[in-house]
């Protein structure tokens, strides 16, 4: 039964839709695009002059009444309410012919709501707010169609809870006043309530009499004249002709005018079912207030919806990424807690202990290159020599068929008068995560703790770290400081201290004085670090020390949207891959906020200028009297002083995340449809047609989709534990073969079992909903990786399968080829090659994350992108069977099922 | 309480009846600072002041030395034994060595007060209890009054009385225990204890004492203890001892008062080890150790002792020093210097008006040769019997646990000692995970580490948990005691204003036991050395403190909504959706169209007449 | 339903299967079980394994276990417990004991399905009884349902409690009544809350009772049954007494459900209501939260009272979601009952998002744990939200499942309704 389906958005018909969009319509949308064009130039503001704005309000500016609308603040506010607005704004035309349109739009449907808008701002609210832009419209319109809907079916059943529907608008105006920052709810609401006013016929009287306006089109043949003119005659049959729920069939003439979009036949086929249905089913005469959601369920416009829709969230989901640079959106940096004074206090580290760090920087010159026990060897003596208590630690990682084997150092400065309760870590790696010798680090943190030995007012215990290397010495040490560590690899600690309250990393291979600061601050696995402690790092650096601040390797900022942008980015991808980023990394997923600091550029700031940064970090992180737990722990940072909290950018992933759980639903409702459809022709008294949703076969799908989850173990295994040689060849003969999977097992399915596009429907479904649910739980954990993921796999949410024609072979192998460009394989060589990495350092750094510090990215892209995608590539090349013998089939299963019983 | 006090008074009557020669000259009064310099530029200073007051006197309610406002709490309280302890900071034992008075006068981070009181029953015990620490607080200015139910334990092997009681009283005597971990000593708590002091702090050593050096102490510990003492064929005394022990950071109180920012010296003060190559004027690598060693009483304390107390027995000498014959040190005169024949140290005799200043200086290079760095020409500390060290494992607020390191130094004799643990009730302990393992051994050897466990589980909200545990530590080995405990949530009222700091958990007390002596009258056995483990800090999991209000909505609204559906489908009758009437929002929507119709009617019926 | 060579290998690959899973599980992944044990969605403080341990460990030291804030478990677990080898040496009995103790719950939902009682009952008989699942399938469904597993592995004690409350319908489909209320009265005995199921067990009982020894009158057959739980909770306290050699056991065990002075958090809506209660209202909220938890129980028993299995099954799910300490056993247990309605699901409209709602809970639940408590980055209304989640979408399911057993009833009266639009009114 079912026909070519590709229900995903096709360029074309957008376009067929555009065209053929109705003259008033048309002219709105170029006055909007007009306005906006005219407001680009500066020397006439035309938002001054256009805007509502309540006090302005004379007779000579009665103008403003009509002009508002077409105004916008900025090129998202026009293009948001164009495209809210043309769809409802067509129906309206469509039905009410253009010339009602033109007089209802510059006349009450305009002014009206315009006028509450003043009367309320001006009178009762005392307030001058300026309003634009045609949301206005948007609400109006909202409103009609609402109480339309609510005239056609009165209640959504959500439990046992009927919703009316003519709240949604409601709805929708309360998100809108929430979500989007700087949009009038007053003015929505005027419009909204003019809307409902209009919807249950009150203003009827307004609307110009029928037989004017035909005379008028008599006159002056505007039918002849105009494109796209909708004549008064046109609405006589409105838009209602095809509702299922009036008994008459269809006129397809109409169909095509007054449809967003071209209905293809297959489409329609469940809605023919659906409404004779009713005609056996309900042939007590349907009335117009049945409340149900299967009753919504059988609208045709709500199944051929969701496609749409899930499109509609992907791409608001990717624009409202690059949205948050922007000033609305974005937030200025503000420290929350008070105790942290930062740059409250005067710092004195310098004089004459820039002799010291000389002498202290020649001894670590002298040990350059040495072995790492050698190393601690030395360095041992000098430390113990400051009065710290020392203590050493071995640890062995095997990862890649290599091993990192190494020897941490670190020291105890007891906090004077203070008991071992609370400490801070002052962490030197002896090599960078770019293996450069830490050579001005080290001494520098020498210098710091003999400094700091001097001080009598540390309320917290000071532990200075001195790690053979970057990753593998920190997470050791922190490992075994939580004893969360695997005591065959990694050594106990012998000496302890209390809770670690902070730690801050000096990453300082440069030779030579400095310009400026660069604070690395990304945690293993995207988790980050209280946003005070950056904030007041960053206050300490620029307010009290003069040295310029920089972030994710964003040398030069000048803050504007580009920047911003691009520091953001780099921040997600970061937090995507979710890689150890420097020795910080790995505190921060034991709850202890850590940042690194590195100086970059040739400048005048000296060594002494970083110790002084430092020490005034660890002053503020001394004032502490509760672990950081204030401000922010997601947040996105866009420059040193802006950035985005959870609640502005989570959406966004939401909504990518959601757009799959749509789909599934619609695929699992659809299942349902065609399938009783079918059985409904086929033999209509044994099912009860009432009710689908019982008569799916899960077994089937089920078991593929569970088929696919299984599977994608082996690759998670084989990339984490072969060794680095194999790794290369590992990976094209995986590429290869993930190329020829799918085929070979969708004619494993085509041949040995009789799918049916229902089953292959839920294969989708549920594979969609397990990504989805995947998905929006990670996004609380990783959200960039989640947000990634999400739109890469966007795609697999709108493959459908080809039918058997002699058409779909072509287009079937395209399709696959094309999906082929975004399955995992081709994505990680696609990003191998754009950073002009080999991808078998790649898969290295990702084995070693994954063993050394438990990054989890690998299980999120073989265990969850990976089978979703396998399951999309079946979908591609399903071959679906007639669906007879699906009836059949499932038929079938449950006699089996019944000889199950009969067996017992 | 009246036939309390009877009792008391019979009791006391009994003893001075007993004795046969009153001796008035055990009713005096010793006073003594010894001076200790410790490596690392480090100065142990114990104050000690004891003073006896005959039970005859006591009860006849003339104090010469005794302190009035003490005895009358101790009256009132029927206590027959009073320690209380003030300490701030820890003893590093790896450097400084065993602890003054074998750990005896010191209490772990806070306060510590535990006393024997006299009653009948636990009830009489716990009133009595409540009334003295309340007494307390008032008297030293320490919030002891929060020593309630759930911080006080009954500790069963950990103390024993250090006083003669007599075995009448022995019997109803109750050991009551309190410790507030999070309480911070300061000057407030010394002003009190000095006025306990005969001479008020006017004159003799106590004059050296001040809050500020008090309490920019690496480490200090306050002790007050009262306990009868009856000499054999003497007349019991009652004696209260009063202790103070500071170990002060030479380098730090050197520093001038009215600038005590440790600004980095001028280039040319540092001292640098210029053996090195790379010495030149702009580079230093640093000589600490010498540094430091040269100090004076008024450098260290700010001030000179006036004079000695004249009530003080003058035998035995104020003031004493230890430190090798070699060093040479110069005293004011008037001043008789008396060393010791053991060549370690010397003690002074004060004249009572003259001021006492005593200046020490560097040591000879020979003594730098013949040491060790950073212990030059000042005694090789002790090894204590035992080093013990504490701390939490594990992460995340939802469970943890405890590990203890004990190391015992000495090669040839294992060290058998009480573990005293006392938990807030809202650390879980799972005593079955309990376990003490030496390191690098296998499991055979773990056996017998263990000894004897006395458990008081923790009731929620009434009582902390008591543990004590009887171990034993091969000679030269590390034990380490471990157990798991689980972090409970509390109602949102319980938790303090910083309740992301996390709670203290008091220090653990280990009491090491005379190996050799068997067990006396007490059933327990004598300590011969006592140390403190650090104090901890617990993070709870918390709540989110505004939500009360939107916590009752949303749960409530759950709650309807699952109960309003129910009770829908239950209690509706079903009917096919086009019969019975119209219902719900609906109908009255309809009415109200009809009503704005008719109205709308009328309005243009009346437009269109006009 | 005679069982033939077939069944038989079918039944014993089932059960073979289903404890060699356990099994596997238990020895060659050591770590998780006591991973799965100290988790809140599956220990609770009156079920956890841990602290039986612990209570086992006080109750052999001759400490009484019920003098601290840590056992509150019924007392007839220690000696059990203290029977088996030490868990610490040879842990593998007691894994064996819980795998059999599942196997049972299995044995006893499988009498229950080939009883056909959820189909046809004494009083009523639905159109649609053909189309069920085997009690094959649904003990398959049960076993190998992840919450079964997961409980069985976290070993907490509440799959006593399942066992008995299984064994106590089992026993009342096949016509026993005694042993059935004898197994009630041990879950009672257990964990408090099965007492509520009395009265539909009763009425179950009733029905089913044999033709040649039935008592007519239902008041008789009442009070007679409601003695005979009453007087095996009284032996059964009697030997408790006897066991820890004092009555405080009772504040400890019943009197922490009843009052919740311990905390701790679980998937159950009580936990954070109380800690952000005000001191004030404590102990009325607690009074209004049990007072609508035992609310249902009349309600459902007289309006469902011709199929009284009905009603144990929808008590069980709202028990599920309102009890104090409730964890995903409680969920399991109530899972494993609604397949016995295979022939009601067409009639149920929301399976999908109710699938879609439990498994969402079920991801986001954990990682909203772990923010709150390990990355400190989520505060706990994270967690609190999405035990609010789990509690809505329990009850729709309950809620469904009632709609559809009711208007499959309702249809018996109105046949020409099969299929069309209804509502209520």
Redesign the interface.
Known sequence: MPTPNVAGFSTLRARAYLFRLPLFTRAVLAAIGLFWILGVQVWWDVRAWGALVPDKLGFATLYRLNTFPFIHLNVFHALMNALALTPLLERFESEYGTLTSLALFFGPLTTLPAFMYVAVEKWILRADTAVMGASMWVFVLLGMEAIRTYKANPYLVVGTHHIPTWTTPIALLLCVAALVPSSSFLGHLAGLLVGYICGLGYLKFLAPPERVLRWVEGKLNLLGRLPHYVSVDQKTYGRFGVLPSSGSPPPTSVALPLYPYPVPEHQAQPSRESFCEEHLGTAAGQDAKITSALQLRRDPRILKLPPYLSLLFVVVGAVWLFLLPLDQYSRRTYISENALLPGQVHTYFGGSDQNVFRAYKHEVNALAGKSNVEINNSLEPIVKGLGLKTARQNFTYHAAGRTYAGENLYAILQAPRGDATEAIVLVAAWENVKHELNRNGIPLALTLARYFKRWSLWSKDIILLLTPDSIAGPQAWVDAYHDAHDPSRVASLPLKSGLLQGAIAIDYAQEGRFESLHIVYDGVNGQLPNLDLINSVVSIARGQMGIDVALQEMWRHSDDYKDRLRTMLRGMLKQGLGLASGPHSSFIPYHVDAVTLRPFGEGWQDEMALGRVVEGSFRSLNNLLEHLHQSFFFYLLMHRERFVSIGTYLPSAMLVAANFTIMAIALWVKSGHSEGGGQATADSKTVTPANHAAERDLSLPLGVVTLCQVLSVIPLYLFNHVPESALTPLFITFALLNTLLPPVLSHLLATKTTFTLAQYDLVQCFSLLLLGMFLSSLATLNFSLALIIGLLAAPLSFVRPFSPSPTSGLKRIACAVLLNAVSPTAVLLAGALYWRLDVRSVLRDAAVAWHVTGTYSPVVVWCVWWPAWLAGQLIVLARPAPASASARRSNGAWAGDDGKVKGE | MRQLFSLIFLSLLSLSVSSVHPSSSSSDYHEQLVLRPLPLSALLASFNFRSNTTFSEFEARNFRLFPRSLAQILQHAGTRELHLRFSLGRWDAESWGARPWDGAREGGTGVELWAWLEADTDEEADHKWLILTNALSGLFCASLNFIDATRTTRPVMSFQPEGDHPNSTVTNMHLLYGVLPHEVVCTENLTPFLKLLPCKGKAGIATLLDGHKLFDASWQSMAIDIRPICPSGGECVLQIEQTIDMVLDIERSKRPRDNPIPRPPPGHELPCDTSKPYHSHDTCFPADYKANQDWSLSQVFGKTIKGTCPLMDPTNPPVCLQIPDSRTVYISDGVVEKKNPDRNSRCFDIPPTADFEMVVTPPSDDDAAQTSPGAVGVLQPETPLLYAERSFTGHGQERGGVQTILRNPSPDREVEFVYMETLPWFMRIYLHTMEARIAGHNAAHNASLIQQVSYRPALDRARGTQLEVRMRVPAASTVFLTYDFEKSILRYTEYPPDANRGFDVAAAVITILNSNADKDAAGGRSAVYTLRTTSLLCSLPTPDFSMPYNVIIFTSTAIALAFGGMFNIIVRRFVAADEGPEVGLGALTGRLKGRLNGLLERLRRRTGNK | ????K??LGRTAGLYIGAAVLRLAIFTLLPGLPDLLT?R?EISTPVTSF?RL??G???YN?N?SPY????YHQAPLFLPLFSLLPSFATYPIFTYLLYIAVDLLNARALWRIA?SGEAGSSALFTSPRR????????IAAVFLFNPFTVATCIGRSTSVFTTCAILHAIAKAVSGAPLGAMVALSFASYLSMYPLLLLPPLLLLCYDRQRPERAVKSSLAFASIHVSIVAGVLALLFQMSYLITGSWEFLPSTYGVQLTL?????NVG?W?????????SFRSFFLAVFWL?LSC?VG??SV?IRRQPLVVLTLLLG?IA??KPYPSISDTSLFLAMVPLYRHV????????VIA?VI??AT??GP??Y?????????????F?AIT?VW??GQ??L??DL??AV??DE?EVE?PE?????????
């Open positions: 339903m005679d069982g033939g077939v069944t100290g809140v841990k341990q612990e086992l460990f006080l030291h400490v003098d601290g804030g840590v080939n053909e189309k069920r699942w085997s009690g094959f399938v002075s311990d905390l701790t958090p809506l936990w954070y209501f109380f800690i952000e209660m005000f001191d609508h249902y309600g459902l309006r709202i979601i309102f699901f067409p009639l149920m409209r929301y399976s999908f879609a498994m969402y991801f986001l990682a909203f772990h923010l709150w408590i390990y990355a400190g980055s989520g505060n706990a209304n994270f609190y609010l509690g809505l009850s729709l309950v809620c009632m709609f009711l208007r309702w109105r309704m099969v299929g069309k639009e209804i509502r209520q009114i």
